[in-house]
């Protein structure tokens, strides 16, 4: 049962991995890539890692996402198809990506991949217990680091975003 | 494991929502007609074209929007494990709180929680 | 959590203290001391610097993620003072162009965050560390570069930065999973013993270093570089080019000398074919520049091929002489930088005819450029002359005379470049020289620690000394 679910979820991920991928029109990559992005939560569920799902659910599906698009409706030309390659270049690339997905591929699953034992647990509360650990084995100094890296993002979105003063007033004129 | 209800509850849902629009498909009155197709606003037809630019201030409230959803996802296992750890929990998340709030007073400084 | 933890932990503690002051100050600041931020910055950061200079116990904390000693601290104060160089060089350009768009605190606090990240990199001890400090040392660069948003070229440069590093942030990270998938850990002390050579960890080498040589514009991926350094604004260029670029060549130095020894006889061949393409496509590309960023970062990348002639010996020699070598490199590719930058932020010009006649006008800035470019060069009496020499040794010494060779070859293709520039400053004379102009104090301070930094490397010899000592700790 859990294989044919595994299964369901692996598809729905490449196949709409690849329609984000060749998708021409970006909002619609946008949507796909959302789709994919549940189906990775699905995955999570599957293996237990419920609090990793609700955290992949509402930070990538439901933060980043609407940040996306957000972005992509701040594109001038937003009704702008994406160019199609050339058909050779098609062929090189598609060449290029199927032959690095077999190295990959034959690599991973000629490994003797030896399984270790059982982890600490996936309750929330066994996270917050090693996030706040500074022992052995805790994650106290990434989750103080975390908070920088995120003031530093949030400074430079605004800095940047703010910036645009000149540019806002040439589309008010418009 | 409990994934036969999962598998029961997503197949009852795949066909309970196909079911209705096949059947709605199958029962309403059809009409085709361009004026039909055409993309319209308020009920009239649109003025220049339908893909605008968005403001930038919509892509600064999504991005402090994603930055203190972040937040709150590194707060909640600390408020479920705060009983077992004490004090000392509470001294660190003090520090994580404290970066992140000079961060939304500068947002608010540089007027970034205004909308103009 | 203890005073032994704040103290292992003290430059790091300072930097953050020194952002969040800067943060304080611009949430309380009005239009009217507004200006006052570049001081208030270069003194915090200076104090910092100086303090750095203690001596720092060695040590481990939170079980191992966080790891100091002689040699990690002595790096970060290299790269601390870097970065005073670079805020000085870049006071005057803050004060024209920022401060009156309201930007200026946030130019340091991004950049002082960003060398956050660095200190960390440098000082992880296990992956999650590492790439947290990658990220954060290289989120803040990409607004930076984009800093001049007004600029279609500074704002190309933004993307182009953020697009490249977060590819190869996600092919770093997928190397990284790659090895902990084969040994079940992310600790360095940890994997250590753990590696060994099978193909899954030498697809995980080759994915890891691939990430990190987009950092240090390798020549595969160095694509970036060239269009990034023209469009960011010079002082996050020269950042980009020399302190982040160090960083990365450190921490790659770390860990393929302890984590990846087992697989040595693999990467040293890898080293070998990259350091003879970095070294040539560099400084072929650099021959036909006539931008003077376009021409620094080219030069850069070729540099870059030096340095992996030291890092393939996997010696304490080479350790020695890649440190000392990344320390000259700082010096002189930051004096080039800060003449560049004096001369963008006084008359805007950047091309290379625009630096005819230059001596006649302004002949310390001359002086001070061609001592930059000597040394970078590798002419005789100046410091990078020992760089090189040195490194060269280190890979004599284990037999890739070929690779000497070859390296040897470029330094004269090189040599050729760097005298066009000296030629047009000090033999071309020009119809329109840059005028005559004089610097700020910020500037003038700026420059006379690079030039006494290219001297004292070059004449006293002690320092490769304290270094070669240092570096036999890498364990």
């Known amino acids: 049962m859990e294989r044919i679910l595994f299964y369901i979820l692996a598809l729905i991920m490449i196949g709409f991995a690849l329609a984000s991928v060749m998708s021409r029109r970006m909002l619609r990559s946008v949507i796909y890539l959302l789709f994919v992005l549940c189906a990775v939560a699905g995955v999570y569920f599957m293996m237990d890692y419920n ?10 599906a439901g933060g980043i996402i609407v940040l996306i698009i957000f972005s992509v409706l701040l594109v001038h030309h937003i009704e702008m198809r994406m160019e199609i390659a050339r058909p050779t270049r098609q062929l090189l690339t598609a060449l290029a990506c199927s032959l690095g997905l077999a190295a990959f591929l034959s690599v991973i699953y000629t490994y003797d991949f030896q399984v270790s034992g059982p982890g600490p647990g996936t309750e929330v509360s066994v996270i917050g217990a090693k996030l706040l650990d500074y022992g052995e084995g805790g994650f106290i100094l990434p989750f103080e680091v975390i908070s920088v890296l995120l003031l530093a993002a949030m400074v430079g979105a605004i800095v940047i975003a703010k910036g645009t003063k000149l540019s806002e007033n040439k589309n008010e004129v418009k | 494991m409990g994934s036969e209800a999962i598998i029961v509850f997503f197949l009852a849902g795949v066909v309970l929502v196909t079911g209705a629009n096949f059947l ?25 074209p339908t893909w605008v630019q968005f403001k930038v201030g919509y892509y600064l409230f999504a991005i402090l929007f994603l930055v203190f959803d972040v937040e709150i996802a590194f707060l909640v296992p600390w408020a479920v494990a705060y009983k077992g750890i004490g004090a000392i929990a509470f001294v660190e998340v003090l520090i994580f709180l404290f970066i992140l709030g000079l961060g939304l007073l500068y947002a608010w400084k540089k007027g970034a929680l205004k909308w103009k | 959590m203890d005073m032994e933890t704040l103290l292992l932990l003290r430059q790091e503690v300072s930097l953050l203290l020194i952002a969040l002051v800067l943060l304080l100050f611009e949430i309380f600041a009005n239009d009217r001391n507004r200006a ?4 208030l910055a270069i003194v915090l950061f200076g104090l910092h610097t100086a303090l750095g200079f203690m001596d720092m116990k060695e040590g481990e904390l939170f079980g191992g993620m966080f790891r100091t000693n002689a040699l990690i601290h002595m790096f970060k104060n290299i790269l601390n003072l870097g970065v005073l160089i670079v805020l000085l060089q870049s006071a005057e350009w803050v004060k024209k162009e920022l401060i009156p768009q309201n930007r200026g605190t946030e130019f340091f606090i991004l ?14 001890g296990d992956f999650l560390m590492f790439y947290l400090g990658l990220e954060l040392s290289t989120l803040p660069l990409a607004a930076l570069a984009a800093f001049e948003i007004y600029r279609m070229r500074s704002s190309e440069a933004g993307i182009k930065l953020i697009l490249s590093s977060a590819l190869a942030s996600g092919i770093t990270l997928f190397g990284i999973s790659l090895l902990y998938a084969s040994s079940g850990s992310i600790y360095y002390a940890e994997l250590q013993g753990a590696i060994s050579e099978n193909p899954l960890t030498v697809l995980a080498m080759i994915l890891f270093f691939a990430g990190l040589g987009f950092k240090i514009s390798l020549v595969p991926f160095h694509f970036w570089t060239a269009d990034v350094y023209e469009g960011a604004p010079i002082g996050i260029a020269s950042y980009l080019s020399v302190i982040s670029k160090g960083a990365a060549i450190f921490i790659l130095m770390i860990l393929f000398f302890t984590v990846l020894k087992p697989l040595m006889h693999l990467w040293e061949n890898l080293f070998y074919l990259l350091s003879v393409l970095t070294m040539f496509l560099g400084n072929l590309f650099a021959l036909r520049q006539q931008n003077m960023k376009r021409f620094l970062a080219f030069s850069s990348i070729a540099q870059a091929g030096f340095i992996l002639l030291g ?16 320390l000259i490199y700082i010096f002189s590719n930051l004096a080039a930088f800060g003449v560049v930058q004096a001369i963008s932020t006084e008359t805007g010009k950047e091309q290379l005819q625009d630096y005819e006649g230059l001596y006649r006008t302004n002949p310390k ?16 009496p100046v410091a990078g002359f020992f760089g090189k020499f040195f490194l060269f040794t280190a890979a004599a010494s284990k037999g890739y005379y070929f690779l000497v060779f070859l390296a040897v070859v470029n330094v004269t293709i090189s040599l050729y470049y760097y005298l066009l520039v000296v030629r047009a400053m000090f033999l071309r004379k020009s119809e329109h020289p840059i005028p005559y102009f ?15 930094g290219i001297l004292a490397l070059g004449l006293y010899s002690p ?3 304290y270094i070669y000592a240092l570096s036999s700790t890498l364990n």
């Open chain 1, 51 to 60: 609090f990793l799902a609700a955290i992949q659910l509402t930070i990538y």
């Open chain 2, 24 to 48: 709605s498909n199958l029962i309403s009155p059809k009409s085709d007609s361009d004026a039909k197709r055409a993309p319209y606003e308020s009920g009239m037809t649109t003025i220049g």
């Open chain 3, 36 to 39: 006052g931020v570049v001081s």
């Open chain 3, 111 to 124: 950049m002082l965050s960003s060398l956050l990240g660095l200190q960390f990199l440098i000082s992880s």
């Open chain 3, 311 to 326: 890092l393939i010996t996997g010696t304490t020699l080479g350790v020695a002489t890649v440190i000392y070598f990344i």
């Open chain 3, 365 to 380: 800035l001359s002086l001070v450029m061609m001592l930059g470019l000597f040394s970078l060069a590798g002419i005789p």
């Open chain 3, 438 to 452: 004089t610097n700020t104090v910020y500037m003038r301070i700026g420059l006379v620690i690079t030039v006494i």
């Open chain 3, 463 to 465: 320092i490769y000394d």
